[in-house]
């Protein structure tokens, strides 16, 4: 079993940035590719990035693509997504989860999920 803990969401305004932590609570979590969920009020969870389990493949959704940046530090057992550029439509709740498949976005391919952190970025 792999529980996973989101921390660092918040409150940010437009253009200001906030870098999410995903921390594993084995070692075995550098067997896993990690990857970066969110959901937006009313709407479906989707992909923003995801970094497969040594950190040499990254994908991002092209909605942050060149604002958010994805990284790990495995002795560490943790993820981080750098957020910049902020913007109203990144509001929502975010979520690491955990796939023994490879840096995608496909959902039901990760076995471990957070519970999420909640990030608003007011209109």
């Known amino acids: 079993q792999l529980q996973l803990v989101e921390s660092g969401g918040g409150l940010a305004r437009t253009g200001e940035s906030l870098t999410l932590s995903c921390a594993a609570s084995r070692r075995t979590m550098e067997d896993y590719a990690i990857g970066w969920f969110r959901q937006a009020p009313g709407k479906g969870r989707e992909g923003g990035a995801a970094?497969?389990?040594?950190?040499?493949?990254?994908v991002y959704a092209d909605s942050v693509k060149g604002r958010f940046t994805i990284s790990r530090d495995n002795p560490k057992r943790r993820v981080f997504l750098q957020m910049d550029n902020l913007r109203p439509e990144d509001t929502g709740v975010y979520y690491c989860?955990?796939?023994?498949?490879?840096?995608?976005?496909?959902?039901?391919?990760?076995?471990?999920w957070g519970q999420g952190t909640q990030v608003t970025v007011p209109a």
């Open positions: 970094i497969n389990n040594v950190g040499g493949s990254k």
């Open positions: 989860a955990a796939s023994l498949f490879g840096a995608t976005f496909v959902q039901n391919q990760y076995d471990y």
